[in-house]
Every structure is written in C-alpha cells, then in structure tokens.
C-alpha cells in the first residue's frame, strides 16, 4: 500500500484504521469499542483483553517455536546466548514463576535495573506474564537516580545484575542499589540479583538479597498462565532521559501498546516473522523496549541485543554481527554513528552486508555529514527517525515497510499513521506556513501506543503536555519546520532556541552547519547571555582523529560556514575546540549544561551526565578562552 493512503486513513478514519490494525495481534477477548475519547486522555480498544508476553513469545510456539528469538551478545564477557522461541518461553515461564513466589503480582510494579543482557528480556516479559509493571532503569544510572524512580514507582520487588561491563572495566550494580535504596523512601523489600560473576566483592543484605540462579533452580520447568489485561491497563513505566527536567513516568497500556509494535516493526521497520533486527540500544530506553524486547518478538522475527562499545574489540564489530545473523534491519542513534565516524571508514566495507537493508537512527538530529558519510559507507538507505520517550514508537519516520518515499538529508520524513501532526506560530497560535518554523504538536487522539498519562500524575500529563496552546493539542516541545512535500526537520528544543537581536534561531541548524566542516566530528550550540543582542550563539566542537589544521582554524571555518549557509545573524560569537562534550547516559548533549557553565550559572542536575571528565574539559576551555572569538 502507498504511505499515502495508508497514513491518509488513519487519520481520517482512526476507528477503521485502528481497529483493522489490531487484527495483527491476539484479543483472548476483542475489543467493545475502538477509541473512547475525553480529551486529552483516550483509551484504545477498550474492553478489549489481552497480553504482551502472549503476543510476543506463546503465539509464536506452534510456528516458529525452534526459530531464533533473541540473541543477546556482549563483547565484553564473550558470552553470546541464542534463544528459540521456546527456550525463551521456558526462560519467562520460569521468571514469572519466580515473580509470583516472591508474591508479585497483577498492578504491582516491578523496577528491573540490569545491563544489556537476556535476563533482562525475561524480567521483562515475565512481568507483561503476570500483569506486573516493569520500570527498566538504565543500568548506567547512578544511584540518586536509582532511588527518584524506586520512589515514583514504589515497586515491590528489585531486579538488579552484581554488575555491568563497559570497555572491558567491570561497573559493579550492587553498590549503587544499595546506596538507591538506603536513600529511597519507599524501597521494596525485596532484591532479586542476576549475578553474573563479575563482582567478587558483592555483599548481599541477609532477608533482603535473593539469588536468581537458586531460584530458577527451584522453578525451572514451572508453566505460569498468562494473565489477560484490559487493553488500558498499564503495562510498563519508562522514564524520560531528563534532558530538559525532572524525569516524568511514562506510562504505557496493554493493548494499543501491542498493536503499535505489532504495526511498526513490518510497516516501518520492514521487519517480517523470520527476519532479524538488531537494535544497539540499550533495553533501558524507549528503543530497546520497542524494538529490542516487544516489537521483533511480537512481529515473530529475532532481536539481537548488544551488551558493549561500538568500537570493541575493534570499531567493525556491529557490521561482524549484521554478517554473522543476517540483520535486515539495524537501529542505533546519531551519536553511535559519530563515534564510529571518527574511525576509518573502511570499517563499514569489511563485512557481507547483503542482508542489510535499512539503519534507521533516532534520539538526537542526524547531522548531513554524519548521514552522508554512513550512507555512502554502508550502501544503504539511512532513515532518520524522530521519536520521544512518551510516543513508544516513531512519530515521523519514512516507512520502507510500505513504501519507501524520497530520503531527504536533514529530515526525519513524514508523520508517521495516526499523529495529526501541526507546526504551531508560538506568537500566533496558528499553523505555520510551509518553511515556517515553529512548535510541533499532535492533535489529539495521540495513536495507539502513546503514552496513556504520567505515573499517577494526570495533572502533569495535561499540564506538561497539553496546555501550551489554546487548543489542547499535544506539544513535543521541539521546533521544527515542514517543507511543501510535507518533511519535517527539527531545529531543536524549543528551550534551545536562541533569540538574536529579537531573530530565533534553532542550535541545530548552527549545529547542522558547523558540522559540514570536514574536521568536525561532533558539534553543540548554545545561546549565551549579551548586553547588546540578547544571546549570541557560542560553539563547542570536538574534532576528527588526526586531523593536521590547529583548532583555531578550523574553528574560522566553522564560523565561515555558519555566515554563509545562515548569514552573519548566526555568526558563532565563539568557538570552542574540545576533547569531549557532556552528554547524558542516552547520548543527548547536554546543552543546558553547556549554556549554564557559559554564563557562570549552575549547570544544574547532573545526575544523567554519562561522563563527568566532559563537563571538566568544557570547565577548562571556558578558563582557557575560546580558540576563536574573545
Ligand atoms: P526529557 O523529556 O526528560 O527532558 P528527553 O526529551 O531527552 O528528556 P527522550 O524522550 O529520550 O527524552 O528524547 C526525545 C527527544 O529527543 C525529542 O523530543 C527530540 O528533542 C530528540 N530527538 C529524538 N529523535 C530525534 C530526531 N530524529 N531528530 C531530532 N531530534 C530528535
Ligand atoms: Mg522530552
């Protein structure tokens, strides 16, 4: 089918469009009703009933039970595990065993704190079993993290590994959930430890710690039913990187959840049963849930999941794997790409990429260069893809599944079916015209999928949400701009806009700029105070391995760059070569940060920073001065 008419549908005729797309999954009881709307809430498939874990591992059993489900590779241990479908069934029937000794059960929440590997996959899918909420903390958390989100969720149990590995250095788990949970103040009573050896110094807490290998010992081989959920039920909790805040909990339902990822993964992702996807993200985020866990498994295809650095043991080891399984499709983000761009690109040629077919990248903009140079490397049509934590799944997307429209560098694409998607005049309250930019929303109803509110927080669903305008549509909080073909590129956040002499201007399209440096391996824009014009726009850059010109430089051939492709409105006051820039546990730059340290302010909470050492590079440049502008 055309995008075209398929996206024209599920827009004008959502109930049809919906309801058709829910034939792809089980309903142990169909739905009464479509969509019940009492905006800005809405429930889908309503009285519906159903399961994620039925739908992503029992359904497969009679056709594909000896099929490769998941593969779960980490190059820092060497170990590689390989699950049919009906060892992964065994493995989640014994976890969910587990869960329901230790007296978890329906509604109760379940936080699971563990690193890239298959236990994971089965806490997981033992909870959707049992109609227990997961909230997967990102392993990378420190624990003051840990414990904010044990106290939003207030779980009843911890599933948590003894340790993670990153670079072959061992980053021992146990202790930072202890420190999380002597500082939460709603710990759950109980820990349950996947330890993989790689801590000898764990100490467990006497009543409280529980071993997962003696346990599975005990259950192993044990059958628990599936419990069938109302539609709208919760399903899992997932908290936003925090790039911009206080972390919300995003809550997700049953149904529409599973009808979203049963959609996306042959629609978007051009993924069929059989077929393998290898997503590089870590189960701790939106992606990894979407499209390393419920999406490949309840499409029937195989997920491959990747515990280590895109760059060991050497930077070819992610194309290694795309060989060695066959991956049709890959998912990773910008940032992975650009740290593989600062190796040779010869990398990308060494392997049969024959089954490749698709790398689609989300999380951050996808600058030109880094798009071209991976495209060009690989062979293969790169898709952009623009995403939040709260959609669960693409909101604008290409979707080769279907067919695949024009790429266009810069672009994440389309709206993907069912967003109703607007760019808003902020001043105006009006849409935007065609290469205007402005704020993107949703109209409501938000698809199938979407985040159905904030962990018992309404008021902040509607307030952080859907109160920014007159009408009460969905803001993403991001700039964006969409062409005459209907393209939408992002510019930015809207609290990243720089206001110039009263101009506005989104960081990314200097970033954007600076990028097409040859030198330029990685770039942050950020407005900083000034008397005169109100903010200037100031740079950070990290360079290119080997590169022969001094940084001063290359840092006149950014600010060359920016005033030809954007005028001398644009012009970067200053320019700042440095070793690393700070960014969060999920790649994101952290330009709040950046903007802060600039103007002697707070930079703020650094709790998601991933490396402390980036923060004190910048800190140093700042004494140092800039390599261009005083
Ligand atoms: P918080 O909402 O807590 O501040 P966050 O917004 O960083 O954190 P995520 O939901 O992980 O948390 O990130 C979604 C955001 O990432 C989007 O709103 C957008 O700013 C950015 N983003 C994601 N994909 C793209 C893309 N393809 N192009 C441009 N920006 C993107
Ligand atoms: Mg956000």
Redesign the pocket.
């Known amino acids: 089918m055309r995008y075209e008419d398929f996206y024209r549908q599920s827009v004008e005729r959502p109930e049809q469009f919906w309801a058709e797309q829910a034939r792809r999954i089980h309903w142990e009881t169909p739905p009464a009703k479509i969509l019940e709307e009492s905006t800005p809430f809405r429930r889908w498939f309503v009285g519906g009933t159903t399961n994620l874990c039925h739908n992503a591992v029992d359904r497969h059993l009679a056709e594909r039970g000896e099929q490769l489900a998941l593969v779960a590779v980490s190059t820092e241990t060497g170990i590689t595990r390989e699950l049919s479908y009906r060892e992964l069934h065994r493995e989640v029937n014994t976890f969910a065993a587990v869960l329901a000794a230790l007296g978890v059960g329906r509604g109760d929440r379940v936080v699971i704190y563990l690193p890239n590997v298959a236990e994971a996959v089965f806490a997981m899918l033992a909870c959707a079993r049992i109609g227990a909420i997961h909230s997967v903390v990102f392993g990378g958390f420190a624990a003051h993290n840990l414990a904010l989100r044990i106290d939003d969720a207030e779980p009843r149990l911890l599933v948590c590994a003894d340790a993670g590995m990153r670079g072959g250095k061992v980053i021992p788990y146990k202790p930072l959930v202890d420190a999380a949970l002597a500082e939460a103040k709603s710990p759950p009573p109980q820990v349950l430890i996947v330890d993989r050896g790689l801590d000898p110094q764990m100490t467990r807490v006497a009543g409280r710690d529980l071993d997962y290998a003696e346990l599975r010992r005990a259950h192993e081989g044990e059958q628990v039913p599936v419990a069938w959920l109302e539609s709208n039920e919760p399903s899992y909790l997932l908290y936003?990187?925090?790039?911009?805040?206080k972390?919300?909990g995003i809550q997700r339902d049953v149904g529409g959840y599973a009808v979203a990822m049963a959609m996306s993964i042959r629609c978007i992702f051009d993924v069929a049963p059989g077929q393998v996807m290898f997503s590089t993200s870590d189960v701790g985020?939106?992606v990894g849930h979407s499209y390393n866990v419920y999406g490949p498994l309840i499409g029937g295809a195989t997920s491959l999941l990747y515990e280590g650095l895109p760059t060991h043991p050497d930077p070819g080891i992610w194309w290694q794997l795309c060989e060695r399984y066959g991956v049709r499709t890959m998912f990773s983000s910008p940032t992975g790409i650009r740290v593989l761009k600062k190796q040779d690109a010869g990398w990308l040629k060494k392997y049969d990429l024959s089954e490749l077919k698709w790398l689609f990248?989300?999380?951050?903009?996808?600058d030109e260069p880094t798009a071209h140079w991976i495209t060009e490397g690989l062979g293969v049509p790169v898709i952009?893809?623009?995403?939040?934590?709260?959609t669960g799944w693409p909101a604008?997307t290409l979707m080769p599944g279907l067919d695949l429209k024009p790429v266009k560098f810069g672009s994440?694409g389309l709206p993907a079916p069912g967003y109703r998607m607007k760019v808003i005049d902020e001043t105006t309250g009006g849409e935007a015209a065609p290469g205007q930019k402005g704020v993107l929303v949703f109209e409501p109803p938000l698809p199938p999928g979407c985040l159905s509110t904030v962990w018992r927080d309404d008021a902040r669903y509607v307030s952080s949400y859907f109160s920014h305008f007159r009408e009460p549509v969905y803001s993403?909080?991001?700039w964006a701009i969409r062409d005459a073909d209907g393209y939408v590129t992002?510019l930015?956040?809207t609290d990243d806009v720089i206001n110039v002499a009263g101009h506005r201007l989104g960081t990314?399209e200097i970033e954007e700029s600076v990028s097409t440096h040859p030198a330029v391996a990685e770039a942050a824009v950020v407005g900083v105070k000034d008397e005169l014009k109100g903010q200037v726009p100031v740079v950070f850059a990290t360079l290119k391995q080997g590169v022969g010109e001094a940084p001063k430089q290359v840092a006149q051939g950014m600010q060359q760059r920016v005033v030809q492709q954007l005028g001398a409105l644009a012009r970067p006051a200053r320019v700042y070569v440095v070793n690393a820039l700070p960014k969060?546990r999920?790649g994101?730059l952290l330009r709040r940060s950046l903007q802060a340290l600039c103007q002697q302010a707070d930079p703020g909470d650094l709790s998601t920073l991933d490396d402390p050492g980036a923060l004190d590079e910048v800190r140093r440049a700042l004494e140092r001065g800039p390599d261009l502008g005083a």
């Open positions: 936003t990187s925090g790039t911009t805040g972390p919300k985020w939106a990248l989300a999380g951050e903009p996808l952009d893809n623009y995403w939040q934590t709260e604008i994440p993403s909080l991001d992002i930015g956040r990314r969060t999920s994101k």
